[in-house]
């Protein structure tokens, strides 16, 4: 990819992102709980219509038909080579999408970026910047690759899932998020990938963050010996 269409890619997939929730982030700065988080205000839970994924589907631009209805998923044989050949494509621009994604998270739901200790201070002008965001996307989209590469090694890459998911549930990560943050990531690279994007590769991208949020959310209600307070 050439660095024109690389920097094409980076502003597609930021479009959208806006900064007029510095304000709320400011006031959020005065909710202090006692651990050092922000008290939880109303808009910070997803309501049960935000957290349906058909709408957030639509939002996204996302076919909701495509989401999957049976769990656990499993991929064929076609959609593992559809996610290998896409991320390959996508690889030079990868963890600028992974900023992009978390930025568009923290500015919908500002309660999100008040999780990660090393984020939760700065400001939207600056997070696009930030060396933190940067090493975190570049961590997650490091993530996802393990995965593709593991899609043919179930055992291992249920214990990966797992463990990742008993860590958010530590971080104290709602689940509800996980399911956003996947989406997002969809249409990112929907942004990015646009003429090569299509149908199949839309399900093969929704099955892949679903299998990833369903393992990390299963291990998350696992663990009852320390309950969610979200
Ligand atoms: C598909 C969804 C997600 C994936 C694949 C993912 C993946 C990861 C990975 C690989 C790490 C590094 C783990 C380690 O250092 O051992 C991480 C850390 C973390 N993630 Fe996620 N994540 C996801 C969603 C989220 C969401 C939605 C949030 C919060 C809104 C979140 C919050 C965190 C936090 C707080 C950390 C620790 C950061 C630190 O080291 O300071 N994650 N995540």
Redesign the pocket.
Known sequence: MSAGSQLNCFQAATCGVNTDSNDDLANMEDLKSTDGRPALTANDYLTDEEFALPVICAKLNLDAGLLPKIFPIQLTERQKHILAVTFASLRQNIAEIGVVVFMR?FEAYPY?QQ????LKNISQDNLVHSQALKS?AF??V???EKCIARLHRPDKLDAILTN?GQ??RQ?K?PPG??D???LQ?VAAMKSCLDQQWNAETEEAWIAM?GF??YH?KEAMKMDEQSPLPL
Not at 115 to 118: K, N, R, S, T, V
């Open positions: 998270v999100a999780i990660f200790d090393l975190h961590r997650v490091g993530f996802v990742l860590k958010h971080w990560v998020y996980i956003l943050l996947g990531f963050f990833i949020t990390m």
